[in-house]
């Protein structure tokens, strides 16, 4: 059983309601799922889990949350060297470039990433709902 941790920021509740989705899947598929906002997380806890989690939402000019997730991301980088993670988040415009570019930053850190990341256009309903949860279910076999 995958011991999985998915911390997230959200404005909206959007990336909220993905890590709910998200968590859902992988506990569904029996991984060990905790889920906390990331400014209730401290890095050092990520040591404890299989498998990290990261969320956040396009900001400003396609970049992730700059006053927590950031700064946590920045902190947390060293620790992730090796370590399996996946990214996700939700975006109201543009391309998705502040997942690729994340991605690429994790991979260029070491991280093992499970894919290019999940993106969700505003609030995951429907298809997109079920993408989340397929994408946890994933997230728990990985």
């Known amino acids: 059983m995958s011991k999985i941790i998915v911390v997230y920021w959200s404005g909206t509740g959007n990336t909220e309601r993905m890590a709910e989705l998200i968590a859902q899947g992988a506990s569904g598929r029996g991984a060990a799922v905790t889920r906390k906002n990331v400014g209730d997380t401290k890095v050092s806890e990520l040591v404890e889990y299989d ?18 997730m950031e700064p946590f991301f920045g902190e947390a980088a060293s620790s992730l060297k090796g370590k399996k993670v996946a990214l996700f988040g939700s975006y109201g415009w543009g391309n998705g470039e502040w997942l690729r570019t994340w991605a690429d930053r994790m991979r260029d850190g070491g991280g ?29 076999a990985f």
């Open 51 to 68: 498998v990290v989690a990261l969320g956040s939402p396009s900001m400003g000019v396609e970049t992730i949350e700059e006053a927590e």
């Open 112 to 140: 093992q990433l499970m894919d290019d990341g999940l993106a969700v256009h505003e609030t995951p309903d429907g298809d997109s709902a079920a993408q989340c949860i397929a994408w946890g279910e994933k997230l728990a």
